[in-house]
């Protein structure tokens, strides 16, 4: 470790290797200039070149981009297409037996598809939605373990026009009901259980609670594959099995063709206030980004072995497991459990075992695997990787050397990819063949991505200076609009006082003279925990939901792997609790807002006071909060406190 240390203080620069340069999509800077210049002198030419290239179109476009209904742009829109068949079909005649999914569940045990197989798996799900009445423009919801049938129902879904809403496995009952009366659901598509590290969580018991909370009368139809002992309630007519599902259908199911514009998915995700926000994404727009992404910054080859390790729960399993590597015809790994499990070698020895060339993690996860076993990767031949791939959060300049020498045996270039939810696909990442690297910057905007950084009037700042993170043109896998809230939409990512016309990313970044990108954190109440974005809002009201609970704040404090921890600062209806006592509830409230929300949002620490600091208007003063959750002296100025007396009960963390 001593020697990445000493590295540290070095502003260290990786220029590709000339082999990879050689053998890349995108060769030498001036290639990369070159797009980026074509995509500024005109930036729908740009884009509709590429839509032509790389989408296959029942019926072709004519326009590229209608911006008169800004901020609610369209893109293509008068041509049409199916995001299924674009992933599907068209391999069928050039590469039909090539394996398009390795599945690897959490006991190691293996199962693969090739592209005929998932086509047919595809069009006899999307057959079986059919029977149940489902049709274009209905939601579904998708509660599922990581498995080849998680992906066969997205695909499925968009095969016959349905909008789906994946809703990660690990949501509370509560957080998938609000989701599904969020979206109108008229099907839930879910499993007997799910597993993880050897441990089992029953998906449907999940849904059964969530459905019974009432208002969801929408759902007529629960779909459950069996991964398990199939141990489930079955509420008949309106729960029917996969298996059964599809026994008598059809392999072939002619895909309904969409408009450019049609809603492909909602993905619910937080933001500043209580309510999480479905991100609506189109169906042409958005397949172009996770397309152009893949061939650009994943630099895919035909002989590439893909693992995007992501979740299909979250953004990231959308464009970089179910769409974008099928889509251009990659074999991928899909995996079903954890990094820890059996042992921090489990990464390594997959990629191993399946010959992975481009690997895509989180942060968070190679922060925990250098704590468990920093020599791990040394047990395992690693020799097949060609790409390692970062998603989520800022790396570390130590986590980024140690992914790049320790298990990319500094061969492999690392992609750090900046995105988000609403843009759907990679917006700051370098092209790994042409752009040199710096440990912690997630480097240049792709062709066609104009980023910026500005003050809160949207001036430009100068390089060196921090701001907002923005891009200040249209690009075409943008979100376009929240679910039934176009308002909050214009209001949230178009901010008037910006101009209204730059997306406002809600992160701080700063530029260098280079031009490169880091990106400092969150602007808005969003912490982000073990990579996942959660609004302290969300927590603040799970937590106000208790019954013993009067008043509460979160805030994120630094944590060496999880990024941030949460810590809550509450007050209870009844007397400050002491002792005993006060760890009792502190306990009991952690487990409440894992029931509420789900195990990412329990808080990591819980402190109570008499009440919270606060100004004289009334306001709470997040910033002192922060201070005192890092165990820091507080420096700034408390002379406007109505209390600053309660500062001192809210020091320590309860033990
Ligand atoms: C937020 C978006 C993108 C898929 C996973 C998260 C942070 C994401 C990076 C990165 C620094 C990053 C930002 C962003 N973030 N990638 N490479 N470097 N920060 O999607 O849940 O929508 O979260 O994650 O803060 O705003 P998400």
Same mark, same amino acid.
């Given at each position: 470790m001593a020697t990445i240390k000493s590295i540290l203080h070095e502003t260290r620069i990786f220029p590709p290797d000339p082999a990879f340069v050689e053998q890349a999509n995108v060769s030498g800077m001036e290639t990369y200039h070159a797009l980026c210049a074509e995509a500024e002198k005109d930036l729908p030419a740009f884009w509709g070149r590429l839509a032509k290239e790389h989408i296959l179109w029942h019926k072709p476009f004519t326009r590229v981009l209608d911006e008169t209904n800004h901020p609610f742009l369209n893109w293509f829109d008068d041509g049409e297409l199916n995001v299924s068949f674009n992933c599907l079909d068209r391999h069928? $005649? &050039?590469?039909? $037996?090539? &394996?398009?999914i390795i599945f690897e569940a959490d006991d190691g045990a293996i199962t693969r598809s090739t592209y005929r197989e998932l086509h047919h798996q595809v069009c006899q799900f999307a057959n079986g939605l059919k029977s149940l009445g489902i049709k274009k423009g209905d939601r579904v919801v998708i509660y599922m373990p990581m498995s080849i049938e998680a992906v066969v129902a997205m695909q499925g879904c968009a095969r016959i026009g349905a909008t789906h809403s994946v809703v990660f496995g690990g949501f509370s009952a509560k957080s998938l009901h609000e989701r599904i009366l969020n979206a109108g659901a008229v099907a839930v598509i879910t499993a007997d259980e799910q597993r993880r590290g050897g441990k089992i969580n029953h998906l449907k018991a999940v849904v059964d609670d969530a459905i019974a909370r009432g208002g969801a009368d929408s759902v007529t139809s629960v779909v459950i594959y069996q991964r398990g002992a199939g141990n489930v309630q079955l509420h008949v007519p309106r729960d029917v099995w996969w298996h059964e599902l599809i026994k008598d259908q059809s392999d072939i199911c002619e895909p309904e063709w969409v408009n450019s514009e049609h809603p492909l998915f909602t993905l619910y995700t937080s933001g500043s206030t209580g309510r999480p926000k479905g991100v609506q994404h189109s169906s042409a727009g958005y397949l172009l980004g996770a397309i152009t992404s893949m061939k650009w910054v994943f630099d895919y080859k035909p002989a590439d072995v893909f693992w995007c390790t992501a979740d299909v729960g979250w953004v990231t399993g959308h464009s970089y497991v179910t769409y974008g590597p099928l889509a251009i015809g990659a074999t991928q790994v899909i995996f079903e459990g954890v990094p820890t499990y059996p042992d921090a070698g489990r990464f390594w020895k997959m990629i191993q075992d399946h010959q992975v060339t481009v690997f895509y993690t989180a942060p968070t996860a190679i922060r925990s695997l250098i704590k468990l076993g920093p020599d791990f990767p040394g047990k395992y031949d690693l020799s097949s990787l060609r790409l390692l791939g970062s998603v989520g959060e800022p790396i570390n300049p130590e986590a980024w050397i140690w992914y790049y020498t320790v298990v990319g045996q500094s061969r492999c270039p690392v992609v750090d990819t900046w995105w988000q939810t609403e843009t759907g696909s990679h917006m700051i990442a370098p092209l790994p063949g042409a752009v040199p690297l710096k440990p912690g910057s997630c480097t240049l905007p792709l062709p066609g991505i104009i980023a910026g950084i500005v003050d809160e009037a949207g001036h430009d700042i100068p390089d060196g200076k921090g701001g907002f993170l923005v891009i200040k043109r249209p690009f075409p896998s943008l979100a376009r609009t929240l679910w039934g809230e176009p308002e909050r939409f214009r209001k949230t990512y178009f901010p008037e006082e910006l101009g209204g016309k730059y997306y406002l990313a809600g992160d701080s970044a700063n530029r260098d003279a280079d031009g490169y990108f880091w990106i400092m954190g969150r602007v808005d109440d969003v912490l982000t925990v073990s990579g996942h974005r959660l609004g302290t809002m969300e927590i603040e009201s799970a937590l106000v939901a208790s019954p013993l609970v009067a008043e509460a704040a979160v805030v994120g404090k630094p944590d060496e792997i999880k990024t941030e921890a949460i810590v809550a600062f509450v007050v209870l209806k009844g007397s400050r609790p002491q002792g005993a006592n006060a760890h009792d509830i502190a306990v009991e409230l952690r487990n409440w807002v894992s029931t509420e929300i789900g195990p990412i949002a329990r808080p990591d620490e819980i402190r109570f006071g008499d009440n919270l600091p606060k100004t004289r208007s009334g306001k709470i003063m997040r910033r002192l909060l922060r201070t005192l959750a890092k165990g820091e002296e507080i420096t700034q100025d408390t002379s406007t406190l109505e209390n600053p007396a309660i500062l001192e009960q809210l020091k320590h963390p309860i033990t």
């Open positions: 069928l $005649d &050039t590469q039909p $037996d090539k &394996t398009a």
